[in-house]
């Protein structure tokens, strides 16, 4: 019997030993619709070892065989499972309807039930960012959201572009929506009024970040969505949701893309003319052979995008730990233009005091060098001379090895081209412009942020939040001797020119909150949160530079230390402080879980007005479903309503009755200050400058039919008032300008997104459809506007196509940004009003309408597909309506370069009322020698239908090997148009502001890119 209950004690600590030993356990990770679940927490039980689904939702790891496996994933129900010596475990997770209530993040990053929120708000996920990208990833976002509008910046790699929400709202200031970066204001983004030709987008907070570091965006596109922002929440809002350590194994994620991009969308000059006379810049001569274009393509380089980041993210159930480096480093098609990036992540939390206390603390650098971005227009634009360029020319005398000469007299090298004339233009080598007219813009950016939250009870925690955003910049040009003296003046061309642009700022936002979320009765229900804010913010800058009246003494000896008493250099100097404080609160009331009322309100003091102002908000959500119940057919039902009063406070200066004068160093003088509050003759100063003020009312709906097909429709009507506009001041006043309240501008529209969750076998489709259209108003103007139409400032209007803001007449509305210009005149029988040579007359001014570049109507259809290994998606991006006007293509006839100015001299010249003219009078006057020319008959429709991005990947099973998940993909970005009527494409604009949205003038062209991505997991 002892020797029995020996073998047995012996048998059981076998058994208990076996069980001990660790077994390679396996197995799939599932939802309810047998859909595989990617990056689910898989860990063993107790400990903090253990690893996560692949994009199969397929796991691998070692585990002690009669141990346990805990699963977690956000949105479904944890679920912990008994290995009992199996080596494969296979899960189906249930959907958390209390988790998925709590999943959408909102203004100040509160997050709330999604059914309980009254506007409309879209989410994209971070792997949207990531399929193909871009070295800024704003512009990965063009098509994937209804009503945004991306228009990409000018400057090459890197450049800030335009975003736009439901529409242009302000006359005189910025259009963008706030940037909020993990619930703290950054700032806004590229999309101001005033600018002339060649003057891009810089840099902004937005295109510094690494899209690896970004787990989401929220778009928030109305005034009720973002109006806990106050001042700032007239444009809506983009909230950005950045990754964060994960409890559970050390994960490393390893991203590489690299793509290659061709200039697309070239001009078409003609091969057929030559020039009148040798060196003459047109070719209006007569017939020639052996000319070429070829030199307009050869001038592009390939461009090249490498984009390389890794994380790691580690940590236990009580503190986490995020960390990232990422690499970007571009050369774009223009020669000489490059961009170099480094980012830098450290993000850490943790909880304390028995997971009361829960700190959250990040910070990031940034460091950018940006080398000579392209320009548009006349002046610092290599494709002007390049596109001007005679082809039968022979080209190659002025290429990259010969766009210099040295010059013995002077014991330098000087520009060779024989073409610069003073045309109102300048017109050089491109080669020079790319390697001797330099530009360097170095900027370094630390943000830095802390969170501290506490759980006073279940139902309620406190909460404190510090960002402080730093930044310094450099900007250097540098134009070497014998640049065109139309740019630099006769003294500037022969020495060159220099300047240095640099700064310093900070912006530093703090917050506190309170927020309460319980049940007040069995049927009531209460999401409270009141909370004060302060935003301060800080920059300096100077500017010194060669002045254009004196030039510098040396040639090409760029340094501040190049001037002297008869060279003096210009010098600038400014400094400016805001502070915006602010008191705020939003509840949301729920009944039954079937009607919601929310209420926000935000009092605010700015440091531009002289008294507070209230900005307040109401919505109202009933869960229809709740009522008539679901079926079958509709699983979700909800209809929503809320309207909103939001602001826009007025700029620095605004309301500054004695601002300083600054010193004129080429008269002795001082100049004239810029702006002033408006004042009448008698000096009766008009009522301080007030925030603008956008009042917007929303409606919608929001179903799930068949528990897989997604609908959300919105309505909204947006009317912003007390425009801030600026009007030109009398000389006696001092100003040359006033700053004034008058206007108004009006947006409404609907937008929609439908998704669809298909899987037939191993087959998973998730197309998605979004759509949108926006209906711009001038309602009305200052009565101090005399005119008909309100010019909306740039310095080249008068010799290009005037952008205007009309006054309402006989109950019809102009839109912001309406194209005016000179054109055709008609007879009363429908032909073509002509003089005593048969040649078309022109009205005298810019007086006809001839368009608007804003689209009438947004669409964009995202396809997801995977079978098996296999992923393949791609997007098809749309725009319907307005018109774009190319000033590149009026140049190309005012000198006989355009293929259609040889056509028409083949025919023997251009019909007009049925006669025949001769095709050089015609081109000189219909293009208006450049100057004023017929803007209708440069004028193109915008509409467009294009592959935006495709993307074909394979994931490699690698089992138990150091690489947990690779996935191999082809990319490609902006691959061909379905559709396409103008010559360029039309989303390309001269710099990413209001005033020449949908103007071509010598910019860089778009581009076509191909390439691939690695993706791997540790």
Same mark, same amino acid.
């Given at each position: 019997?002892?020797?029995?209950?020996?073998?047995?004690?012996?048998?059981?600590?076998?058994?208990?030993?076996?069980?001990?030993?660790?077994?390679?356990?396996?197995?799939?990770?599932?939802?309810?619709?047998?859909?595989?679940?990617?990056?689910?927490?898989?860990?063993?039980?107790?400990?903090?070892?253990?690893?996560?689904?692949?994009?199969?939702?397929?796991?691998?790891?070692?585990?002690?065989?009669?141990?346990?496996?805990?699963?977690?994933?956000?949105?479904?129900?944890?679920?912990?499972?008994?290995?009992?010596?199996?080596?494969?475990?296979?899960?189906?997770?249930?959907?958390?309807?209390?988790?998925?209530?709590?999943?959408?993040?909102?203004?100040?990053?509160?997050?709330?039930?999604?059914?309980?929120?009254?506007?409309?708000?879209?989410?994209?996920?971070?792997?949207?960012?990531?399929?193909?990208?871009?070295?800024?990833?704003?512009?990965?976002?063009?098509?994937?959201?209804?009503?945004?509008?991306?228009?990409?910046?000018?400057?090459?790699?890197?450049?800030?572009?335009?975003?736009?929400?439901?529409?242009?709202?302000?006359?005189?200031?910025?259009?963008?929506?706030?940037?909020?970066?993990?619930?703290?204001?950054?700032?806004?983004?590229?999309?101001?009024?005033?600018?002339?030709?060649?003057?891009?987008?810089?840099?902004?907070?937005?295109?510094?970040?690494?899209?690896?570091?970004?787990?989401?965006?929220?778009?928030?596109?109305?005034?009720?969505?973002?109006?806990?922002?106050?001042?700032?929440?007239?444009?809506?809002?983009?909230?950005?949701?950045?990754?964060?350590?994960?409890?559970?194994?050390?994960?490393?994620?390893?991203?590489?893309?690299?793509?290659?991009?061709?200039?697309?969308?070239?001009?078409?000059?003609?091969?057929?003319?030559?020039?009148?006379?040798?060196?003459?810049?047109?070719?209006?001569?007569?017939?020639?052979?052996?000319?070429?274009?070829?030199?307009?393509?050869?001038?592009?380089?390939?461009?090249?995008?490498?984009?390389?980041?890794?994380?790691?993210?580690?940590?236990?159930?009580?503190?986490?730990?995020?960390?990232?480096?990422?690499?970007?480093?571009?050369?774009?098609?223009?020669?000489?233009?490059?961009?170099?990036?480094?980012?830098?992540?450290?993000?850490?939390?943790?909880?304390?005091?028995?997971?009361?206390?829960?700190?959250?603390?990040?910070?990031?650098?940034?460091?950018?060098?940006?080398?000579?971005?392209?320009?548009?227009?006349?002046?610092?634009?290599?494709?002007?001379?390049?596109?001007?360029?005679?082809?039968?020319?022979?080209?190659?005398?002025?290429?990259?090895?010969?766009?210099?000469?040295?010059?013995?007299?002077?014991?330098?090298?000087?520009?060779?081209?024989?073409?610069?004339?003073?045309?109102?233009?300048?017109?050089?080598?491109?080669?020079?412009?790319?390697?001797?007219?330099?530009?360097?813009?170095?900027?370094?950016?630390?943000?830095?942020?802390?969170?501290?939250?506490?759980?006073?009870?279940?139902?309620?925690?406190?909460?404190?939040? #510090? %960002?402080?955003?730093? *930044?310094? $910049?450099?900007?250097?040009?540098?134009? +070497?001797?014998? /640049?065109?003296? !139309?740019?630099?003046?006769?003294?500037?061309?022969?020495?060159?020119?220099?300047?240095?642009?640099?700064?310093?700022?900070?912006?530093?936002?703090?917050?506190?909150?309170?927020?309460?979320?319980?049940?007040?009765?069995?049927?009531?229900?209460?999401?409270?949160?009141?909370?004060?804010?302060?935003?301060?913010?800080?920059?300096?800058?100077?500017?010194?530079?060669?002045?254009?009246?004196?030039?510098?003494?040396?040639?090409?000896?760029?340094?501040?230390?190049?001037?002297?008493?008869?060279?003096?250099?210009?010098?600038?100097?400014?400094?400016?402080?805001?502070?915006?404080?602010?008191?705020?609160?939003?509840?949301?009331?729920?009944?039954?879980?079937?009607?919601?009322?929310?209420?926000?309100?935000?009092?605010?003091?700015?440091? #531009? %007005?002289?008294?507070? *102002?209230? $900005?307040?908000?109401?919505?109202?959500? +009933?869960?229809? /479903?709740?009522? !008539?119940?679901?079926?079958?057919?509709?699983?979700?039902?909800?209809?929503?309503?809320?309207?909103?009063?939001?602001?826009?406070?007025?700029?620095?200066?605004?309301?500054?009755?004695?601002?300083?004068?600054?010193?004129?160093?080429?008269?002795?003088?001082?100049?004239?200050?810029?702006?002033?509050?408006?004042?009448?003759?008698?000096?009766?100063?008009?009522?301080?400058?007030?925030?603008?003020?956008?009042?917007?009312?929303?409606?919608?709906?929001?179903?799930?039919?068949?528990?897989?097909?997604?609908?959300?429709?919105?309505?909204?009507?947006?009317?912003?008032?007390?425009?801030?506009?600026?009007?030109?001041?009398?000389?006696?006043?001092?100003?040359?300008?006033?700053?004034?309240?008058?206007?108004?501008?009006?947006?409404?529209?609907?937008?929609?997104?439908?998704?669809?969750?298909?899987?037939?076998?191993?087959?998973?489709?998730?197309?998605?459809?979004?759509?949108?259209?926006?209906?711009?108003?001038?309602?009305?103007?200052?009565?101090?506007?005399?005119?008909?139409?309100?010019?909306?400032?740039?310095?080249?209007?008068?010799?290009?196509?005037?952008?205007?803001?009309?006054?309402?007449?006989?109950?019809?509305?102009?839109?912001?940004?309406?194209?005016?210009?000179?054109?055709?005149?008609?007879?009363?029988?429908?032909?073509?009003?002509?003089?005593?040579?048969?040649?078309?007359?022109?009205?005298?001014?810019?007086?006809?309408?001839?368009?608007?570049?804003?689209?009438?109507?947004?669409?964009?259809?995202?396809?997801?597909?995977?079978?098996?290994?296999?992923?393949?998606?791609?997007?098809?991006?749309?725009?319907?309506?307005?018109?774009?006007?190319?000033?590149?293509?009026?140049?190309?006839?005012?000198?006989?370069?355009?293929?259609?100015?040889?056509?028409?001299?083949?025919?023997?010249?251009?019909?007009?009322?049925?006669?025949?003219?001769?095709?050089?009078?015609?081109?000189?006057?219909?293009?208006?020698?450049?100057?004023?020319?017929?803007?209708?008959?440069?004028?193109?429709?915008?509409?467009?239908?294009?592959?935006?991005?495709?993307?074909?990947?394979?994931?490699?099973?690698?089992?138990?090997?150091?690489?947990?998940?690779?996935?191999?993909?082809?990319?490609?970005?902006?691959?061909?148009?379905?559709?396409?009527?103008?010559?360029?494409?039309?989303?390309?604009?001269?710099?990413?502001?209001?005033?020449?949205?949908?103007?071509?003038?010598?910019?860089?062209?778009?581009?076509?890119?191909?390439?691939?991505?690695?993706?791997?997991?540790?």
């Amino acid at each position: 019997m002892k020797k029995l209950y020996m073998l047995v004690v012996f048998l059981a600590c076998c058994i208990m030993y076996a069980s001990a030993q660790e077994i390679t356990v396996k197995g799939t990770v599932t939802d309810s619709q047998n859909s595989p679940l990617p990056g689910v927490n898989v860990r063993i039980t107790g400990t903090t070892k253990g690893t996560s689904t692949d994009v199969n939702g397929k796991f691998s790891l070692q585990a002690p065989g009669n141990g346990t496996l805990t699963f977690s994933y956000i949105g479904y129900v944890s679920q912990t499972v008994s290995i009992s010596g199996k080596t494969v475990v296979n899960v189906t997770l249930a959907n958390d309807s209390k988790m998925l209530e709590m999943v959408t993040v909102t203004a100040l990053g509160i997050e709330q039930k999604t059914k309980t929120l009254t506007y409309a708000t879209q989410n994209v996920g971070g792997a949207e960012l990531e399929k193909v990208k871009d070295a800024n990833f704003v512009n990965s976002l063009a098509g994937k959201a209804a009503g945004v509008v991306i228009t990409k910046g000018t400057g090459g790699p890197g450049s800030a572009s335009r975003i736009e929400l439901r529409g242009a709202k302000s006359i005189g200031g910025n259009s963008a929506p706030i940037y909020v970066i993990d619930g703290i204001p950054i700032g806004q983004g590229a999309g101001g009024v005033n600018s002339g030709l060649g003057d891009g987008a810089g840099i902004d907070p937005l295109s510094n970040l690494n899209p690896d570091d970004i787990e989401s965006i929220q778009v928030l596109k109305g005034a009720s969505a973002a109006a806990l922002y106050g001042s700032a929440a007239a444009n809506g809002a983009l909230l950005i949701t950045t990754k964060k350590g994960k409890a559970g194994a050390t994960r490393i994620d390893f991203n590489s893309s690299s793509s290659f991009e061709t200039a697309v969308g070239l001009p078409v000059t003609q091969t057929r003319y030559g020039r009148t006379a040798p060196g003459a810049n047109d070719m209006w001569g007569g017939k020639s052979s052996g000319a070429t274009n070829a030199f307009i393509k050869g001038f592009y380089n390939t461009g090249q995008n490498f984009l390389n980041s890794v994380s790691l993210s580690s940590g236990s159930e009580k503190a986490q730990v995020y960390v990232s480096y990422a690499n970007t480093k571009a050369n774009g098609i223009v020669p000489n233009n490059s961009l170099l990036k480094h980012n830098f992540t450290l993000r850490g939390t943790g909880k304390f005091l028995d997971d009361k206390l829960t700190l959250d603390g990040s910070v990031n650098y940034i460091y950018q060098k940006q080398e000579n971005p392209p320009k548009a227009g006349r002046y610092y634009s290599p494709m002007f001379g390049l596109y001007l360029f005679p082809t039968d020319d022979n080209f190659s005398k002025y290429d990259k090895d010969h766009f210099e000469v040295y010059d013995p007299s002077r014991k330098l090298s000087v520009q060779n081209w024989p073409y610069m004339k003073n045309e109102f233009s300048s017109n050089q080598n491109p080669y020079w412009i790319a390697n001797r007219d330099l530009s360097e813009n170095f900027s370094s950016r630390y943000i830095s942020s802390f969170k501290a939250k506490y759980d006073i009870a279940k139902w309620l925690f406190i909460q404190a939040r #510090t %960002t402080l955003d730093a *930044y310094n $910049y450099r900007n250097e040009f540098k134009a +070497y001797a014998t /640049t065109d003296a !139309i740019i630099l003046g006769d003294l500037g061309s022969r020495n060159g020119a220099y300047n240095v642009n640099q700064g310093y700022g900070t912006h530093l936002y703090s917050d506190f909150l309170a927020s309460a979320n319980t049940s007040i009765t069995k049927n009531v229900s209460l999401e409270a949160t009141v909370g004060v804010s302060d935003d301060r913010s800080f920059d300096y800058s100077t500017y010194t530079g060669s002045s254009y009246s004196f030039g510098m003494p040396y040639a090409n000896y760029f340094s501040l230390n190049n001037y002297d008493l008869d060279h003096p250099f210009d010098i600038n100097e400014n400094e400016g402080k805001g502070i915006n404080q602010a008191v705020f609160g939003t509840a949301t009331i729920g009944y039954k879980e079937t009607v919601f009322l929310n209420a926000t309100g935000r009092n605010e003091w700015s440091y #531009t %007005t002289p008294k507070s *102002y209230f $900005y307040p908000s109401v919505g109202l959500s +009933y869960v229809l /479903t709740k009522t !008539i119940g679901t079926s079958d057919i509709l699983s979700f039902a909800k209809l929503r309503a809320t309207y909103a009063n939001v602001g826009k406070a007025p700029g620095r200066g605004a309301n500054n009755y004695n601002p300083p004068y600054s010193i004129n160093h080429t008269t002795g003088g001082t100049n004239a200050i810029n702006n002033l509050p408006y004042f009448d003759q008698e000096k009766n100063y008009y009522p301080s400058v007030k925030p603008e003020r956008t009042k917007t009312y929303e409606f919608g709906a929001q179903l799930k039919l068949f528990d897989k097909l997604d609908i959300d429709l919105a309505y909204y009507d947006a009317h912003t008032n007390d425009q801030i506009i600026t009007i030109a001041a009398p000389t006696a006043s001092g100003a040359q300008n006033f700053i004034l309240n008058g206007g108004q501008i009006r947006n409404f529209g609907f937008e929609g997104t439908i998704g669809y969750n298909a899987r037939f076998g191993d087959l998973q489709w998730t197309p998605a459809l979004n759509f949108s259209r926006n209906i711009n108003q001038v309602r009305q103007l200052s009565p101090l506007f005399t005119a008909d139409r309100y010019t909306i400032a740039s310095s080249d209007d008068s010799r290009l196509v005037g952008t205007y803001l009309t006054k309402p007449k006989d109950g019809k509305y102009g839109a912001f940004g309406d194209y005016y210009g000179r054109a055709i005149i008609k007879n009363p029988d429908g032909s073509i009003k002509v003089d005593d040579q048969g040649l078309p007359v022109l009205t005298d001014a810019a007086s006809t309408y001839v368009g608007n570049p804003n689209p009438k109507f947004l669409a964009g259809f995202n396809n997801n597909f995977r079978f098996k290994n296999i992923n393949l998606s791609f997007l098809v991006d749309s725009r319907f309506g307005g018109q774009v006007f190319s000033y590149t293509e009026t140049w190309l006839d005012y000198k006989g370069a355009s293929q259609r100015s040889a056509d028409a001299r083949d025919a023997g010249g251009v019909l007009v009322n049925g006669k025949k003219v001769n095709a050089h009078d015609y081109y000189s006057r219909v293009s208006g020698g450049a100057d004023n020319g017929a803007v209708p008959e440069y004028t193109y429709s915008a509409t467009n239908i294009r592959l935006r991005e495709l993307t074909l990947g394979y994931t490699f099973k690698l089992g138990d090997k150091s690489f947990k998940n690779l996935n191999v993909a082809f990319i490609g970005r902006n691959l061909f148009f379905f559709h396409k009527n103008s010559p360029f494409d039309p989303e390309q604009s001269i710099s990413t502001t209001t005033n020449t949205m949908g103007i071509d003038a010598f910019g860089v062209p778009a581009t076509r890119s191909f390439g691939f991505s690695v993706k791997a997991s540790l």
